[in-house]
Each structure stands twice: as structure tokens, then as C-alpha cells.
């Protein structure tokens, strides 16, 4: 009988061991997910970001955001001094966003088109 037992708690540590490792697979995975699952400001803000590397902008600040009823407003800036502006409406759906580069507009269109190309493109 104890032969029994010890053969059965050594079973049920092993499922937990293997349960364990399998949740821990899934969190990392979700952790992975989260730039993409926040609130509109963040969206705007990495979308913003995406926008200004893919043009190969050299970042000296990145975006800092506020939110202010139905808009998103972000300034940062480049390593060549220039001023980056970012204004976002979250109150229409879908949400858009204006990027300027000094007084140059770089992006003017749908927040989550710039967040799913560059999803597109990292995999």
C-alpha cells in the first residue's frame, strides 16, 4: 500500500510540474501580447513610435502622451532637434492619428492599420 501512495504522489507532482510549465509558456505569451492590448492612448503612443522608425527617424524622445476627452495629444522629439507631434482622435472609430515631423505631416490615417503592419512585419 505505501508502494501505491508513493507512486501516486509522485504522478500528481509531476502533472503539476507539467501544468505549471505549460501556464508559464501562456503567460509569457500573453506578456508578449500586451503592447498591443492597452487603452487608446497606448495605442496611439506605439503607433506613433512605429510610424517614426519605419521612416528611420532617429528618436531622441519618444512620445510622451496626454489624453483629453475624445483626443490623444503627444510631443517628442529627434536627435536632430526637430519637434514630434502627434494629435489623435480615439473618439471616431476607427482611431486616427496625425504624425508631423517639425511642420512635415508623416502619417495621417488609422491608428490600429499602422499597429497591424508593424505586427505584420515582426512576424
Known amino acids: 500500500m505505501a508502494v501505491v501512495m508513493t507512486s501516486l504522489r509522485l504522478r500528481t ?3 503539476a510540474v507539467v501544468v505549471t510549465v505549460a501556464l508559464t509558456g501562456c503567460a509569457s505569451q500573453i506578456s508578449g501580447l500586451a503592447p498591443v492590448g492597452g ?17 528611420k527617424f532617429g528618436l531622441l524622445q519618444a512620445p510622451v502622451c496626454t489624453e483629453v476627452a475624445d483626443a490623444v495629444s503627444c510631443v517628442g522629439s529627434l536627435t536632430d532637434g526637430q519637434v514630434i507631434s502627434v494629435q489623435a482622435d480615439i473618439g471616431t472609430d476607427p482611431h486616427t492619428m496625425t504624425v508631423k515631423v517639425g511642420s512635415n505631416v508623416v502619417y495621417d490615417g488609422e491608428v490600429q492599420k499602422v499597429l497591424d503592419d508593424a505586427a505584420r512585419a515582426a512576424t
Do not use: E, I, Q
Open 13 to 15: 507532482a509531476a502533472v
Open 39 to 55: 487603452d487608446a492612448l497606448t495605442g496611439v503612443r506605439t503607433a506613433a513610435v512605429d510610424v517614426l522608425l519605419a521612416k
